[in-house]
């Protein structure tokens, strides 16, 4: 059965490819169109443990700025580079050119891409990377409440003393004879 699917594509493809030299359309244009029929290339691939094979392709390369440089000799060496990743939500790794490419989305948006397999964060993954994310930005809410309240203590004390020195500067000028206050009047101005 399989066989008889890929020799059906493969009949789909060079009848396409016939088409595409008679109608004088660029080879992009044409890999573009092959490329929404989402049609099977080979047989059905399986993603690692963690995520979930989906068919599709993320227009681009790494979204991570490693463009076609990222490769990895396995899938599993492409899976665990997207979940070290906070924002890596899918992958799509071939099997031929080794290229890994990682995805900040986790939905593909068109057809598959020549031998490549997309693989998207499960939703046990992914519940597990927004419960570390939750606990990430809780932590940093902590730090920066508790940052809050100890700048908020630290003007407090700081208010503090400077009233206390302002009613022992009231305290001097009332015990002082006139000028005596007009001396340290003087000595604050300078």
């Known amino acids: 059965m399989a066989g008889h699917k890929l020799r059906t594509v493969w009949s789909v493809l060079t009848l396409a490819a016939q088409t595409v030299v008679a109608a004088s359309i660029s080879a992009h244009d044409a890999f573009s169109m092959l490329q929404m029929t ?8 399986s993603c690692p443990v963690g ?10 390369w790494d979204q991570f700025g490693r463009n076609m440089d990222n490769r990895k ?9 997207c979940t070290q990743r906070s924002e890596c939500l899918s992958f799509e790794w071939s099997s031929r050119t080794y ?17 490549y397999t997309f693989c998207q964060r499960n939703d046990s993954n992914r519940d597990q990377h927004n419960a570390v ?10 730090e920066l409440t508790q940052s809050a309240v100890e700048q908020r203590d630290e003007t407090r004390l700081w208010m503090l003393k400077q009233e206390a020195i302002e009613d022992e500067a009231k305290r001097r000028d009332a015990g002082d004879s006139g000028e005596e206050q007009q001396q340290r009047q003087q000595q604050r101005q300078q």
């Not at 989402?38 to 691939?45: A, C, N, Q, T």
């Not at 995520?51 to 681009?60: I, T």
């Not at 994310?133 to 902590?142: I, L, R, Y």
């Open 133 to 142: 994310t939750k606990e990430a930005v809780h932590a940093e809410q902590e």
């Open 73 to 81: 000799d396995t899938i599993d060496l492409c899976a665990a580079d």
């Open 99 to 115: 290229i890994c490419s990682l995805n900040k989305v986790a939905v593909p948006t068109l057809g598959t891409f020549e031998d």
């Open 38 to 45: 989402d049609l099977p290339l080979s047989l059905p691939r």
């Open 51 to 60: 995520y979930e094979v989906a068919k599709g392709d993320v227009p681009g």
